[in-house]
């Protein structure tokens, strides 16, 4: 069970709640050689990769940053005087990212859109826009190199004096964001390839990314380019963080290498250790443990049905076929803390994810796997919607949904 290190990903996100910083603090020093970019591009820059046999970009990272703990990893902080967007005045929001280490150690690129030229301008990686007290990485292996990034987390920043997180990109094509509990638990990611099947499980990256600066609208809005053995795509995120969560506009068109067996769209993977399905006690005191407790599925018919989630002895695997399905997610409807009576965790504040197609999906089916734990630090469930159609090589896949990171389902 290789879930591409969940757990390493899980704890290299960082708490809430950062600490202060000036209001003057000045953005990062971008490369002052751009290129026009726009999505289209992108989508182009994508199928041209599928054309071309894929190249594991991955790198031999120096001992001091390959060898790293998940807890010394945490101690890296990106400085916040450097965060991208800080001293914009159209928003409130603003860019950190994360160091590459342990076994992010593939170069991410980042880049910024000049709001006035449409350039866009790459961010090159830079030891002094970090902190490594307490980390014990030796500075100097670090010296003459461009390590890219690992990932970003987007804040918001509420003064002068405070910011804090609205969500992350981190680990593969991994992404986690907040509602108004301000707790981390589901993740979403870009693709799902051979997910729960005998072929091995692939694991796109996301290897670039583009961010346009919000407005007065407050929405940020996301480009990546997404690459694997099997497929290459091009994903425009529209982020809008709420009053009560975020919601995110999703476009993807993917272009296929080969054939695949298993695609998976819009997929999310959470964590089931022990509930009112199931109540027996597995390595806990506490009544209940789980990022989310059941799967619920707004059929293109309008049924609706709920599965409730199960941590079974053996990886157990449902598909509830449909036809242009209205929505699914998997929810955590139960937000009472004496049901958990955990205040580390706090369970109880862990958000629901919500998906709402906007194109034209067809036929189909909504998966659903569960795997086995004994742990609650492994995520173990899997959701995610399989296109009826057989994927082939050389071809051209669109589609479109939004992302609900909210208490509850915005619909019922």
Avoid at 211 to 234: K, R, T
Avoid at 294 to 303: H, Q
């Amino acid at each position: 069970m290789n879930r591409r290190n969940l757990l390493k990903a899980s704890l290299a996100l960082t708490a809430l709640g950062l600490p202060a910083f000036p209001a003057f603090a000045q953005g990062a020093r971008t490369d002052p050689r751009g290129e026009p970019f726009d999505f289209d591009r992108l989508k182009q820059r994508a199928k041209e990769l599928a054309g071309r046999p894929y190249q594991d970009n991955a790198v031999t990272l120096p001992p001091t940053l390959a060898n790293l703990e998940p807890l010394k990893y945490q101690q890296i902080q990106y400085d916040p005087k450097y965060a991208i967007w800080r001293d914009a005045p159209e928003t409130d929001m603003s860019l950190r990212f994360f160091h590459v280490g342990m076994q992010f150690n593939l170069p991410v690129r980042m880049h910024v859109i000049d709001p006035d030229t449409q350039q866009a301008h790459e961010v090159h990686f830079d030891p002094k826009r970090f902190s490594y007290e307490g980390s014990g990485v030796d500075q100097a292996q670090l010296e003459g190199h461009d390590f890219g990034y690992a990932g970003f987390k987007l804040m918001r920043d509420n003064d002068a004096n405070a910011s804090h997180e609205a969500g992350a990109f981190l680990g593969a094509s991994y992404f986690r964001f907040l509602d108004k509990n301000n707790q981390y638990g589901i993740s979403a990611s870009g693709l799902a390839i051979d997910t729960a099947t005998e072929q091995t499980e692939e694991f796109p990256d996301f290897v670039a990314f583009w961010f346009e600066q919000p407005h007065d609208d407050q929405q940020a809005i996301v480009y990546a380019l997404l690459d694997s053995p099997a497929v290459a795509g091009a994903y425009r995120f529209k982020i809008d963080p709420t009053a009560d969560g975020t919601v995110m506009d999703v476009d993807m068109e993917l272009h296929t290498r080969h054939q695949i067996g298993r695609l998976g769209i819009a997929p999310m993977t959470s964590m089931f250790l022990k509930g009112t399905s199931q109540a027996q006690a597995r390595d806990t005191i506490h009544p209940q443990v789980h990022d989310s407790d059941r799967l619920e599925m707004w059929r293109g018919n309008g049924e609706w049905v709920c599965r409730p989630l199960f941590n079974p002895k053996t990886l157990q695997y449902n598909a509830f076929p449909d036809e242009n399905p209205r929505g699914f997610g998997l929810v955590q409807h139960d937000h009472d803390f004496d049901n958990y009576r955990d205040d580390v965790a706090w369970y109880n504040r862990r958000p629901s994810l919500w998906v709402e197609p906007t194109s034209d999906w067809g036929a189909g089916q909504i998966a659903l796997f569960e795997l086995p734990t004994v742990g609650e630090t492994v995520d173990n469930i899997g959701a995610f919607w399989i296109p009826d159609e057989p994927v082939t090589g050389n071809q051209q896949l669109n589609f479109s949904y939004k992302l609900y990171w909210l208490p509850l389902p915005p619909v019922a």
